[in-house]
């Protein structure tokens, strides 16, 4: 079965990639690829180390954080980072060496400033394409949602301008209309676009009276988001689309496909169950189309998106209507 798909300008033998996770361990990195990995996203590059580093405190930051443990408090010790930015550059060489595939670099930021020269480092570096992460709270009242937007525009114009490797960005589902920005990014030049970023959302310890991060993986009930704003966006960029959140079973990965996605990218059922289920996915998915007689994995690409989906308003508000009026006690 052709199961062969175009991300990022890249023809990859199958929709499925690993997804932005832990990369530091090159054995671990090896067993993904063996399974069958078509591309690897490496785990983020942040913003904030790169100033901590550029501003020369990465590295003595933790002698003296007792002196303003308040303030320190706050934000990660330099321990606590996989890799700074010197690292995390000779860890895309070793990377892509163990892997054998593609392999996606990650920056995560929230400014267009001087931190996004690692853009260019990250190429001279290697990488065969970059994903753009702008993970931003937008906490103060007194700015726009239009000055959030233009903030994370300016970003994507920045790299687009530094780098001539393929560019994709990791959208938020929380912008008001997530169809524009979009096409906005699109405009810019693009080449994917990744839905959704997961919000790991703060819990609080009662006890300690403190803000605690809370870590809690994926499953398949995330992917109806993504599935609605896959099928609505399938046809209407130019860009490649991928997929990162709830994808756990080749049904999964079939229903993404249909909705429009060129990529599906895998992690917390990595994180779960390990390589070995990679393989089981893709096997699973060649074997569904061989099932129902298709001759390859292009005939369902976008096949239920907006524009050729038999029933257009089950994606738009009649759903909404429907489930509401349908529901019995």
């Known amino acids: 079965m052709d199961l062969s798909t175009t991300y990022l300008k890249f023809k990859l033998p199958h929709p499925l990639i690993v997804g932005a996770m832990p990369t530091d361990n090159l054995e671990a990195v090896k067993r993904l690829a063996g399974a069958g990995a078509s591309a690897i996203v490496m785990h983020s590059l942040f913003e904030e180390q790169i100033r901590l580093e550029q501003e020369g405190t990465l590295k003595v930051t933790e002698p003296h954080e007792e002196s303003s443990a308040e303030a320190l408090s706050y934000f990660p010790k330099p321990s606590e980072f996989r890799l700074g930015p010197d690292k995390y550059l000779e860890q895309i060489r070793k990377v892509k060496r163990a892997a054998g595939v593609p392999v996606i670099a990650s920056l995560n930021g929230a400014s267009a400033s001087g931190w996004l020269q690692y853009a260019r480092q990250i190429q001279q570096a290697g990488a065969d394409a970059l994903e753009l992460n702008v993970y931003f709270l937008a906490t103060d009242p007194g700015e726009s949602g239009e000055q959030v937007e233009r903030r994370a525009l300016e970003i994507?114009?920045?790299?687009?301008?530094?780098?001539?490797?393929?560019?994709?960005?990791?959208?938020?589902?929380?912008?008001?209309?997530?169809?524009?920005?979009?096409?906005?990014?699109?405009?810019?030049?693009?080449?994917?676009?990744?839905?959704?970023?997961?919000?790991?959302?703060?819990?609080?310890?009662?006890?300690?009276?403190?803000?605690?991060?809370?870590?809690?993986?994926?499953?398949?009930?995330?992917l109806l988001l993504r599935l609605r704003w896959l099928a609505i966006l399938s046809g209407k960029v130019r860009a490649s689309l991928a997929v990162t959140g709830g994808v756990h079973t080749a049904q999964d990965a079939l229903k993404a496909v249909m909705a429009g996605a060129h990529a599906v990218q895998l992690v917390s059922v990595l994180l779960k169950r390990g390589p070995e289920a990679l393989k089981e996915i893709r096997e699973g998915l060649a074997l569904w189309l061989k099932e129902h007689e298709y001759e390859s994995l292009r005939q369902a690409q976008g096949s239920m998106n907006l524009q050729k989906c038999p029933d257009p308003a089950a994606f738009e508000r009649a759903n909404y209507m429907k489930i509401l009026g349908g529901w019995k006690t």
Do not use: C, H, M, W
């Open 156 to 222: 994507v114009r920045t790299v687009k301008q530094t780098v001539t490797i393929p560019v994709a960005v990791k959208l938020s589902p929380f912008y008001s209309s997530v169809a524009n920005f979009a096409a906005k990014v699109d405009e810019l030049g693009a080449d994917g676009l990744v839905l959704f970023n997961r919000f790991y959302q703060p819990d609080i310890d009662t006890e300690k009276l403190e803000v605690v991060p809370s870590l809690r993986l994926s499953d398949s009930s995330e």
